[in-house]
């Protein structure tokens, strides 16, 4: 059974650079045709797609976060590591990692859109 466990953030400050590790339990993430999402959800609105880094380590991400974002993953930790420069208050948000197998979601409209997820984390930034 796969499971996800995003980290806490802590307290995180406009300016910043935010960096949230997903650890993964189950599988691999080199696993051939995984696909490795980080998504958001702020208050109020639907989920947002970041970025992804693929099972050969190849990363992607929507242009609306590129020139901030990157994606790692340290394969002997089973990890994958977002990091987000420059953080506003409009960043706060609940960020989930979450699987998909074969595909890529780039407009979720759901969780369930993807294979699995992590139970979220809490990030606020304050100003």
């Known amino acids: 059974q796969v499971q996800l466990r995003e980290s806490d953030p802590g307290l995180v400050k406009s300016s910043q650079t935010l960096s949230l590790t997903c650890t993964v339990f189950g599988v691999s993430l080199t696993t051939s045709a995984y696909y490795w999402s980080w998504i958001r959800q702020p208050p109020g609105k639907g989920l947002e797609w970041i970025g992804y880094?693929?099972?050969?380590?190849?990363?992607y991400y929507s242009p609306f976060f590129e020139s901030r974002t990157s994606i790692s993953r340290d394969t002997s930790k089973n990890q994958f590591t977002l990091q987000l420069t420059s953080v506003t208050p409009e960043d706060t948000a609940v960020y989930y990692c979450?699987?998909?197998?074969?595909?890529?979601?780039?407009?979720?409209?759901?969780?369930?859109?993807?294979?699995?997820w992590g139970q979220g984390t809490q990030v606020t930034v304050s100003s």
């Open positions: 979450a699987l998909t197998n074969g595909v890529v979601v780039v407009m979720p409209r759901r969780l369930e859109d993807f294979a699995s």
């Open positions: 880094i693929g099972f050969s380590g190849n990363t």
